[in-house]
C-alpha cells in the first residue's frame, strides 16, 4: 500500500519496524537534543533499550510461539508493531490521543500489519475494563505511561489469563527513589528515607505496589526481569490467576527495610515489631518488595535471544549479564564510597574492593543501579572489619 508521508514527517527504522513520525528536527531543545514531549505524537529514542527488552522477553516467555497482547498507552504504535514484527505478537494497539491512532493506523499499514495488529481510540482504563467485562483473555499487556503507572495496574491485571505476563514503565523516578517525600507517601504508601541504595529502593517500591493491586485482583505476580536503566524503572511480571496464591507471594515478599545510617546496616524484616536497634539510629522503611527482583534463569534466556538478534548490541547484552549475576543476590546493594567515608579512609578501585571481599569467601558484584554500589552477602560487621584492616 502507498502510504502517504508528509514533508514534516520522517521514516524511523527501530529493529525490523519502520515508522512515521513527525520530523524530530522540528523539535529540538535550546541544548540542540530532541524533545519527544514536545512532538505532537509520542516516540521518545531513548526508550528503544526498554523496547528491544520486551522483544526478547516476549520471545523468551512466549517461546516464539504466537501470544495475544495490548498496548493500551501506544503513541506512535512502534512497541506494539515491534512485538508483532519480531515475537509472533497480535492484538491491540490504543492510545487516548486521536493524533496517535492517525499515526498508529498508517503504521500498522507501512508495516503491512493489517489483520494481525488493530488501533483504537480509548480511555487506557476503559479500554482494558472493556475486555475484562467481555472475558477476552489477554497473554501479554504492555503498560508504557507518562509518569506513574499505579492508575493503570487494577485494569491492567484483570484481563490477563491463567498464567499471563505484564511488562510496566514508571519514568516517576522521584517519588519512587524518595526525592519527593510527600509523593512517595500518597502514590505508594511508604514513608521513606534517603538511603544509600535509592534507586534499587524505588525498584521495591514499584514491585511492593504492582504486587498489592495485583492481589487485590486475585493474581500472584513474579518478577522476571527488572532494572532501572536512564530515568525510567521496567519491571516484567509472569502472573497468575489465584487469590490463594496472590496472598502467599504478598505474604512472604512484602516487608519493610531496617536501615542503619550509622553503619548503612540493612535487613528485610516481616514486621516493624521485629525491630532491634541496639541504640543506634535506625529506620523503619517500607512496606516494600523484600523477596528476589527476577529469575536469574530466565535472564539467560533473555540473553540468549539477544545474542541471535542482529539488532541487540553488546552493551545490552553486558547489561543483562550484569544483571543475571546481581540478580543473585537479594540484599540491597551497598555503596562502598559511603563505607569508605564512614571509616574516613582512602578508596581502592572498585573492582579491588570487590576482589577482597570475594577473598574473605562472600560473593559481590557490581550493579547496574550505581557505578559505586556492590552487590554482596558480606554480614556488615565482617565488611566494616575488612575496611578497617585495609
Ligand atoms: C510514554 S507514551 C507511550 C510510548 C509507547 N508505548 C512507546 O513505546 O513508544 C504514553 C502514551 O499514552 C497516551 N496516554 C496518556 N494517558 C492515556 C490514557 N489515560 N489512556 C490512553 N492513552 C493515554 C499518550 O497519548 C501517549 O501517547
Redo the contacts with the bound molecule.
Sequence with gaps: MNIKVFDWEEIIVEGLAKIIIPKRELFIRPDGLYEPAWSP????PL?EF??NITVLVTITYFNKKEFFFI??????G???IRLALESNGYGYI????PL?YYYMERNISLNSLQGKLVATI??????LNNFTFSGIIVDYI?I???GSPI??IDSAVRPLGKKALIGI?A?DTGPLTCSHKQKTLRRYGVRCQKVDFSKELGLRILLYNIALRAASNDVAVYPLISFQHKYYYRVFLKTARRGNESYKVMDKCSGYILYNSENLDREFIKEPNEVKVNGQKTQIIGPLWICPLGDPDFIKKVINEGTRQEYINRETINFLEELVRETTINQPYIRYDKLFGLHKKNMPSINTFIELIRKHGYEAYRTHFDPRGIKTNVPIEILHEIISSF
Design positions: 505524537v509520542f516516540y521518545n526508550m526498554n523496547r498496548e493500551p498507552l501506544s503513541g506512535t512502534i512497541r506494539g490504543n492510545d487516548v490521543d496517535s480509548n480511555e487506557a482504563n476503559t479500554f504492555d508504557d505511561p507518562y492508575p493503570f514503565t519514568t
